[in-house]
């Protein structure tokens, strides 16, 4: 079955970087693109951005532009996003998401539980 | 920005028909997908591309589109399916992902 978990949450001052990861099985990783959503406390749902299948192309939101980037290793099945200059703003559960097919633009079937990122000093 | 309009609140008793809506210029042209999220839960995809059911989604649950407002509709409602609704668009313009700022249903 399609399985999604992320990791690598936790408390980080302001200013500083994190790097999250999301471990994928069930599924050919390699032939899907893979997003990131986030979600404030007690807010809804943020889009963060997306990778292409073979890491070739990414799009983010113009929140994150410039901050975060996102990166993957097919070979280990496993998606990252990185994280710079934190802010309070930031302070959310990430999840990573699987589109219904391969491509970018569908609805997202499987999501990861999350990793819960706080920005506090 | 591209911005998608729901109503923040929605209070039935059971057996009700719940009605969504989601509002935004140009979603006419856009395939519209909704998700169900429930307290401390990831979100569940229950209607993609306008009107299509994921497997295992009941049939109480439907989408529509007219112009620029999208609905999901969920007839009698049950206990378990209150919720946050969430509508999402792919804004093709912009090569971004927009989600509507939720809608909480809550059974009385």
């Known amino acids: 079955q399609v399985q999604l978990v992320e990791s690598g949450g936790g408390v980080v001052q302001p200013g500083r970087s994190l790097r999250l990861s999301c471990a994928a099985s069930?599924?050919?990783?390699?032939?899907?693109?893979i997003h990131w959503v986030r979600q404030a406390p007690g807010k809804g749902l943020e889009w963060v951005g997306v990778?292409?299948?073979?890491?070739?192309?990414?799009f983010y939101a113009d929140s994150v532009k410039g901050r975060f980037t996102i990166s993957r290793d097919n070979s280990r099945n496993t998606l990252y996003l990185q994280m710079i200059s934190l802010g309070g703003e930031d302070t959310a559960v990430y999840r990573c998401?699987?589109?219904?097919?391969?491509?970018?633009?569908?609805?997202?079937?499987?999501w990861g539980q999350g990793a819960l990122v706080t920005v506090s000093s | 920005s591209y911005v998608l309009t729901q109503s923040p609140s929605v209070s039935l008793a059971p057996g009700q028909t719940a009605r969504f809506s989601c509002g935004g210029n140009?979603?006419?042209?856009?395939?519209v997908h909704w998700y169900q999220q429930k307290p401390g839960q990831a979100p569940v995809l229950v209607v993609y591309?306008?009107?299509a059911r994921p497997s295992g989604i009941p049939e109480r649950f439907s989408g529509a589109k007219a112009g620029n407002t999208a609905t999901l509709t969920i007839s009698s409602v049950e206990a378990g399916d209150e919720a946050d609704y969430y509508c999402q668009v792919w804004h093709s313009s912009r090569d971004l992902w927009v989600f509507g700022g939720g809608t909480k249903l809550t059974l009385l």
């Open positions: 591309d306008d009107s």
């Open positions: 990778i292409s299948y073979d890491g070739s192309s990414k």
């Open positions: 998401a699987k589109p219904r097919s391969g491509s970018n633009y569908e609805a997202f079937d499987y």
């Open positions: 069930g599924f050919t990783f390699s032939h899907y693109d």
């Open positions: 140009n979603i006419a042209s856009e395939s």
